[in-house]
């Protein structure tokens, strides 16, 4: 239920498609008597949408998320396991896709090869809605990681998680994490605070290991502009939706701390 729900919330609410829709509505009602309030509430969300598409704004509220968490020394001390979340990849015509988060795979392959007795699993069913799964994200990763050179013996597969919650829970009841061990996770660093939070509430003790940042933790981060529309926005959207998410879990119990720390 709650998977469901989140999906259909943000498809309302997600900053982009309000400001899209209160647009389309906008230029509806300019139709109608109520054409000049329609006027502001156009003004209003191409404002907006600039905003999200080309400022800084998206970076602000990203900068936060990415620098919760530390970078680490990836070949510091001996790793049981690493765990790489999905988000980052998909399988179409039979061949491997990688999203713009596919940072966290290749990152999986060189930590593979700097621990050559670590685990590797991964984390990531199917998270559609609406259409049929045919190929999960775990089957891209295993086209992808044994094509790179991991070997099968150390690939475990999670394929039914169709979010972080379920990635946490799904994954532990895999790996069985025994105490003592040193496991890394692996996701994009704006993400992480939200999936050490629920890896904790889990009862799995791991270590995060974030990549793929978007920011450069610089002062350009507050003033430089984006020069493609897409790219903002698709940032925004992720930024905005990361700290919904974080205040989701706490509501929902799914994590102890609204925005968990090292």
Do not use: C
């Amino acid at each position: 239920m709650f998977f469901t729900l989140s999906k259909l919330v943000w498809f309302a609410f997600s900053p982009v498609n309000m400001a899209i829709l209160l647009a389309a509505l906008a230029a509806l009602l300019a139709f109608t008597r109520f054409a000049r309030p329609a006027r502001w509430l156009g003004l209003a969300s191409l404002v907006a949408l600039g905003l999200m598409a080309f400022s800084p704004l998206p970076r602000i509220v990203m900068r936060p998320l990415e620098n919760r968490f530390p970078q680490q020394d990836a070949a510091k001390g001996p790793v049981d396991g690493i765990i790489v979340l999905g988000g980052a990849i998909g399988v179409a015509r039979g061949d491997v896709v990688l999203t713009s988060a596919g940072a966290r795979m290749t990152k999986a392959v060189e930590l593979a090869r700097l621990h050559p007795k670590a685990r590797i699993v991964f984390a990531g069913g199917a998270a559609n809605l609406i259409s049929p799964v045919t190929d999960t994200e775990a089957d891209g990763a295993k086209l992808l990681l044994e094509g790179l050179g991991v070997e099968p013996g150390r690939l475990l597969l999670e394929d039914k998680s169709r979010n972080t919650r379920e990635n946490a829970i799904f994954t532990r009841q895999l790996v069985d994490p025994k105490p003592g061990e040193r496991w890394l996770l692996v996701t994009s660093a704006w993400h992480m605070p939200r999936a050490i939070g629920v890896f904790r509430k889990a009862g799995f003790e791991i270590e995060a290991f974030p990549v793929d940042y978007l920011t450069a933790n610089k002062p350009a981060d507050f003033i430089r502009p984006y020069a493609r529309a897409p790219r903002g926005l698709g940032i925004a959207d992720d930024g905005f939706k990361e700290w919904v998410g974080l205040l989701a879990y706490r509501l929902a119990g799914y994590t102890d701390a609204l925005f968990p720390a090292p």
